[in-house]
């Protein structure tokens, strides 16, 4: 499995940005799949999942303001940031996993390369 992101930048505070995650290689859609970011000096954590059946969690600090969904044709993965705040600032990347919260990287079979996100 190969992963891409993409769709990082710098933005002020209040902004938005969309994320995008393109998948190829053996990909599954019964596979989980999440955004982590990881801040400078920060464990990696999960912020939002979508799982198979549609369904959504999000990390108490992103509910609300950040929308996880799927392009199944393009298998293309999706975070929709708005009302961004610094604390946002980090590295995001997609993984298959469920997780939310802090996780072992080395725990998680496949990261992309992340996209940094800046808000200031």
């Known amino acids: 499995v190969q992963l891409v992101e993409s769709g990082g930048g710098s933005v002020q505070a209040g902004g938005s940005l969309k994320l995008s995650c393109a998948a190829s290689?053996?990909?599954?859609?019964?596979?989980?799949m999440a955004w982590f970011r990881q801040g400078p000096g920060k464990d990696r954590e999960g912020v939002a999942n979508?799982?198979?059946?549609?369904?959504?969690t999000y990390s108490d600090s992103v509910r609300g303001r950040f929308t996880i969904s799927r392009d199944n044709a393009k298998n293309t993965l999706y975070l929709q940031m708005n009302s961004l705040k610094p604390e946002d600032s980090g590295m995001y990347y997609c993984?298959?996993?469920?997780?939310?919260?802090?996780?072992?990287?080395?725990?998680?079979?496949?990261w992309g390369q992340g996209t940094q996100v800046t808000v200031s």
């Open positions: 993984a298959p996993d469920c997780r939310l919260g802090a996780v072992n990287v080395n725990s998680v079979a496949y």
């Open positions: 290689g053996r990909t599954d859609r019964q596979y989980c």
């Open positions: 979508l799982n198979s059946d549609g369904s959504t």
